[in-house]
Nanobody, 116 residues
Framework: VQLQASGGGLVQAGGSLRLSCAAS????????RAWFRQAPGKEREFVAS???????AYADSVKGRFTISRDNAKNTVYLQMNSLKREDSAIYYC???????????WGQGTLVTVSS
């Protein structure tokens, strides 16, 4: 089982990026999926999640700017990031869990750098 995150890069403040996280090795259609991030010197923090049924949740810091979505046919979850700020710079990790479990599945991370 593997989660492969991609889509990170360097973007100017105010710009947009879309991250993708493709799962392989099993279907994640009944799994909750999420994005976390970790900035240098800081702890990893929750960004957004989407349940198997499509219910979403967001950290207050990204509400109204980020949108999480999923395509079960492609076994992929996305994070559309708009109006990016310097403080959004971090390594972004995707994760998956069963409805009753913890986040046991993690991708390798993709780096997002927002310049002013």
């Amino acid at each position: 089982v593997q989660l492969q995150a991609s889509g990170g890069g360097l973007v100017q403040a105010g710009g947009s990026l879309r991250l993708s996280c493709a799962a392989s090795g099993r279907s994640f259609s009944t799994y909750n999926r999420a994005w976390f991030r970790q900035a240098p010197g800081k702890e990893r923090e929750f960004v957004a999640s989407i349940s198997w049924s499509g219910v979403t949740a967001y950290a207050d810091s990204v509400k109204g700017r980020f949108t999480i979505s999923r395509d079960n046919a492609k076994n992929t979850v996305y994070l559309q990031m708009n109006s990016l700020k310097r403080e959004d710079s971090a390594i972004y990790y995707c994760a998956g869990r069963t409805t009753q479990g913890s986040y046991d599945y993690w991708g390798q991370g993709t780096l997002v750098t927002v310049s002013s």
